[in-house]
């Protein structure tokens, strides 16, 4: 196998898809679900079930498309044609370098808990957040298995931690600790939409595996296999821990508490035990941004190879990676890390996921929908591909749920990054034209 030809087996595939779906949020949201009581169990749940759906469909689509890169763009711009599959791979690649710059401040975040003058200090904040970008950047130029095998590595690392919490903290669950369904003065239905929203993007990145598909051994079984096993593991993880906490810590203190996991480790194991989960939460953001920094460089990428991008970030290195892909993506999130650099950590946090979110959900509904045209206009009639119909469908109406339960801020922003691609489509295509 040649240098240009790197590609990761099954283990490093799965665990790009746990990296990247579990980052730092799992490590505070319990503390934001905790004022509505248990009912946020099944906000889990739904969130889960809506996950699971659409990792189905990102499996079942590799294999129709044997394995071909570019995930969302690509499965999106198979039915819909060129402008729609520029439009989703734009909004997909606009929130990716936007995350990247929400794990690092989550990464700065976790970190201060160990030094404090991080939180209080933006430029020290800043400039610790930069230093993680750019490590990972150079890490990811020496090819997607030096990439791979890190993400191996933080997954592990950052499992270990969460899985201790579930398991010993089962010995100490307490029922009469647990809170109430329901904590609030509103009624059941409308507080499920609220913690359903959310926890969601808690789980982006459960397509993760499908984007470097060239790269990655036997494709058309290892991706779906990676994407449903890593949604999955995933699903465990944040349902488990959740419940093992509302049984560990009183509602009233998780609901003040900064570092719900960590608390809930000193109960456990003491103070060092406690310091090992904190020790978790940047390992688990660290691992994230690297897994995110590898997938933003793939979509100029596919783009470029199909004339959509500028053919420049088609170029690859000796270690056979979109070298310049790869410069531009951290160039922009490190542009948006210092962006509001005079904000607090929380702040900061907080704007880049409103962000983030409805960049994803956008190509998450096309690809459900592409979808069901793809069996539709195959003619597939046959009683499999009337599943398959039934399964984009309510992906579809679940993606489409989700960008309307995001808010009116998201969907503002969400929508304007959209319509900002839509000369550059235009110029790049006039572009190619004239070079044909």
Same mark, same amino acid.
């Given at each position: 196998?040649?240098?240009?030809?790197?590609?990761?087996?099954?283990?490093?595939?799965?665990?790009?898809? =746990?990296?990247?779906?579990?980052?730092?949020?799992?490590?505070?949201?319990?503390?934001?679900?905790?004022?509505?009581?248990?009912?946020?169990?099944?906000?889990?749940?739904?969130?889960?079930?809506?996950?699971?759906?659409?990792?189905?469909?990102?499996?079942?689509?590799?294999?129709? &498309?044997?394995?071909?890169?570019?995930?969302?763009?690509?499965?999106?711009?198979?039915?819909?044609?060129?402008?729609?599959?520029?439009?989703?791979?734009?909004?997909?690649?606009?929130?990716?370098?936007?995350?990247?710059?929400?794990?690092?401040?989550?990464?700065?975040?976790?970190?201060?808990?160990?030094?404090?003058?991080?939180?209080?200090?933006?430029?020290?904040?800043?400039?610790?957040?930069?230093?993680?970008?750019?490590?990972?950047?150079?890490?990811?130029?020496?090819?997607?298995?030096?990439?791979?095998?890190?993400?191996?590595?933080?997954?592990?690392?950052?499992?270990?931690?969460?899985?201790?919490?579930?398991?010993?903290?089962?010995?100490?669950?307490?029922?009469?600790?647990?809170?109430?369904?329901?904590?609030?003065?509103?009624?059941?239905?409308?507080?499920?939409?609220?913690?359903?929203?959310?926890?969601?993007?808690?789980?982006?990145?459960?397509?993760?595996?499908?984007?470097?598909?060239?790269?990655?051994?036997?494709?058309?079984?290892?991706?779906?296999?990676?994407?449903?096993?890593?949604?999955?593991?995933?699903?465990?993880?944040?349902?488990?821990?959740?419940?093992? &906490?509302?049984?560990?810590?009183?509602?009233?203190?998780?609901?003040?508490?900064?570092?719900?996991?960590?608390?809930?480790?000193?109960?456990?194991?003491?103070?060092?035990?406690?310091?090992?989960?904190?020790?978790?939460?940047?390992?688990?953001?660290?691992?994230?941004?690297?897994?995110?920094?590898?997938?933003?460089?793939?979509?100029?990428?596919?783009?470029?190879?199909?004339?959509?991008?500028?053919?420049?970030?088609?170029?690859?290195?000796?270690?056979?990676?979109?070298?310049?892909?790869?410069?531009?993506?951290?160039?922009?999130?490190?542009?948006?890390?210092?962006?509001?650099?005079?904000?607090?950590? =929380?702040?900061?946090?907080?704007?880049?996921?409103?962000?983030?979110?409805?960049?994803?959900?956008?190509?998450?509904?096309?690809?459900?929908?592409?979808?069901?045209?793809?069996?539709?206009?195959?003619?597939?009639?046959?009683?499999?591909?009337?599943?398959?119909?039934?399964?984009?469908?309510?992906?579809?109406?679940?993606?489409?749920?989700?960008?309307?339960?995001?808010?009116?801020?998201?969907?503002?922003?969400?929508?304007?990054?959209?319509?900002?691609?839509?000369?550059?489509?235009?110029?790049?295509?006039?572009?190619?034209?004239?070079? =044909?």
């Amino acid at each position: 196998m040649t240098k240009q030809n790197q590609k990761i087996g099954l283990l490093a595939a799965t665990s790009l898809v =746990v990296g990247n779906i579990i980052g730092a949020g799992i490590f505070v949201l319990p503390a934001s679900l905790g004022k509505f009581g248990s009912i946020s169990i099944v906000g889990w749940l739904f969130t889960a079930t809506g996950a699971l759906i659409l990792a189905k469909i990102f499996s079942n689509f590799s294999k129709k &498309l044997k394995g071909k890169s570019g995930g969302p763009y690509i499965y999106s711009k198979v039915v819909f044609g060129d402008f729609i599959g520029f439009l989703v791979a734009w909004g997909y690649w606009i929130s990716c370098w936007v995350n990247n710059a929400a794990i690092a401040v989550a990464i700065v975040s976790a970190l201060s808990f160990f030094f404090p003058e991080l939180v209080t200090n933006p430029f020290y904040a800043t400039i610790t957040g930069l230093s993680f970008i750019w490590f990972f950047t150079f890490t990811s130029s020496r090819g997607i298995k030096s990439s791979g095998n890190i993400q191996i590595l933080t997954t592990i690392a950052k499992l270990i931690p969460l899985v201790l919490i579930i398991l010993f903290g089962f010995f100490i669950f307490d029922l009469e600790i647990f809170p109430e369904f329901n904590l609030t003065d509103q009624n059941d239905f409308e507080i499920l939409p609220v913690v359903a929203v959310m926890t969601l993007y808690a789980f982006l990145g459960l397509e993760c595996a499908s984007i470097p598909a060239e790269n990655i051994k036997n494709p058309e079984k290892t991706i779906p296999k990676a994407t449903m096993a890593g949604t999955l593991i995933s699903t465990l993880i944040y349902i488990l821990s959740t419940i093992v &906490l509302f049984g560990i810590i009183p509602a009233e203190n998780l609901i003040n508490s900064p570092a719900p996991f960590a608390e809930a480790g000193e109960i456990i194991g003491g103070k060092y035990f406690g310091f090992l989960i904190s020790a978790g939460a940047a390992i688990s953001a660290i691992g994230a941004l690297n897994g995110w920094i590898l997938i933003t460089s793939y979509v100029p990428m596919t783009m470029a190879n199909d004339r959509l991008f500028p053919k420049v970030f088609a170029k690859k290195n000796k270690k056979g990676f979109p070298y310049l892909s790869l410069l531009l993506g951290s160039i922009l999130t490190s542009f948006v890390m210092t962006m509001n650099y005079t904000d607090g950590l =929380v702040d900061r946090f907080e704007f880049l996921i409103l962000l983030t979110t409805l960049s994803t959900l956008i190509p998450y509904f096309f690809v459900s929908v592409s979808y069901i045209l793809f069996h539709l206009e195959k003619r597939l009639f046959k009683i499999n591909s009337f599943r398959s119909v039934i399964l984009g469908l309510f992906g579809s109406l679940y993606s489409m749920w989700a960008i309307f339960g995001s808010g009116i801020d998201s969907i503002i922003y969400g929508t304007i990054l959209l319509i900002i691609g839509i000369p550059i489509y235009f110029m790049i295509k006039v572009k190619t034209k004239k070079r =044909v």
